[in-house]
């Protein structure tokens, strides 16, 4: 293998197995394996989040997608207290008619700091997961 593509490849096994630049691995967000549709088609997620050290607000948001690999709907998002300790989240969030139905879904969460930097509020990203959920009729 020439010495350029093997310097390559070393670059892009490092950035692999680095660890998100700003998160702190003892910062954890997790999706519950069941979410809700109820039948007017509000959708509630929910799940734990640990984060420390902030400066601004900080929020827990989820999305949801489910017939579409490309196509995902917000859900709701929820205010976080990043003091160390593990809270719970609950989103819950209306998507267009039709658009999610009781089955298998995938889900992803994120806890995100608006950090301030030279005045303006930039994202800041302590945790985030994506998950594979069963969404019931509630």
């Known amino acids: 293998m020439p010495v350029r593509p093997a310097l390559v490849l070393a670059a892009l096994l490092l950035l692999a197995v680095a660890p998100t630049a700003g998160a702190d691995p003892y910062e954890t967000v997790t999706v519950d394996p069941t979410g809700t549709v109820a039948a007017d088609g509000t959708v509630t997620l929910s799940g734990t ?3 420390l050290g902030n400066t601004g607000p900080v929020f827990v948001s ?3 997608g489910q017939k579409s690999p490309s196509v995902r709907h917000g859900i709701g998002g929820t205010r976080a207290v990043c003091d160390g300790v593990e809270h719970r989240w609950e989103n819950t969030g209306q998507p267009s008619p039709g658009s999610l139905e009781p089955g298998a879904a995938q889900v992803e969460a994120t806890v995100m700091e608006l ?3 030279g005045g303006l509020p930039l994202p800041r990203f302590h945790a985030t997961r994506q998950q594979a959920v069963t ?3 509630g």
Do not use: A, E, F, G
Request: hydrophobic residues 15%; proline residues 8%; glycine residues 0%.
């Open 49 to 51: 989040y640990r984060c």
């Open 135 to 137: 969404l019931t009729q």
């Open 62 to 64: 989820s999305s949801v």
């Open 115 to 117: 950090h301030p930097q």
